[in-house]
């Protein structure tokens, strides 16, 4: 089961830190993920961070939040983390964590196999 908290309303400019809970196969899984969906629009990858050695390895990211947003996993607490600053309006939707357990290209969501209900992310500009 994946939990997502941590969305809000922020101006542009702004900075939110997502967090997605994590248990058992969904965080000993390869790979973890963020996506997001607005109003009248596909579902896009936002960033994952795969397993690696000692439970960290690569991280990538979308381009449109390249140099933005950060990606990272807190290991002792078995949590996700998305943080997110210089925040655009366009960068308002519903954002999602989802893990996958096998491999496959990080931005493809037909691979992820568990997907959290989503936080809602809003900027105003």
């Known amino acids: 089961k994946l939990v997502e908290s941590g969305g809000g309303s922020v101006e542009a400019g702004g900075s939110l830190s997502l967090t997605c809970e994590a248990r058992g196969a969904e965080w000993a899984s390869s790979c973890m993920g963020w996506f997001r969906q607005a109003p009248g629009k596909e579902r896009e990858a936002v960033a994952a961070i795969y397993k690696g050695y000692q439970g960290v390895g690569e991280s990538y990211y979308g381009d449109s939040v390249k140099g933005r947003f950060t990606i990272s996993k807190d290991r002792f607490k078995g949590t996700l983390i998305l943080q997110m600053n210089s925040l655009k309006p366009e960068d308002t939707a519903m954002y999602y964590c989802?893990?996958?357990?096998?491999?496959?290209?990080?931005?493809?969501?037909?691979?992820?196999?568990?997907w959290g209900q989503g936080t809602q992310v809003t900027v105003s500009s």
């Open positions: 989802a893990a996958k357990p096998y491999g496959g290209a990080w931005e493809t969501l037909a691979f992820y196999e568990w």
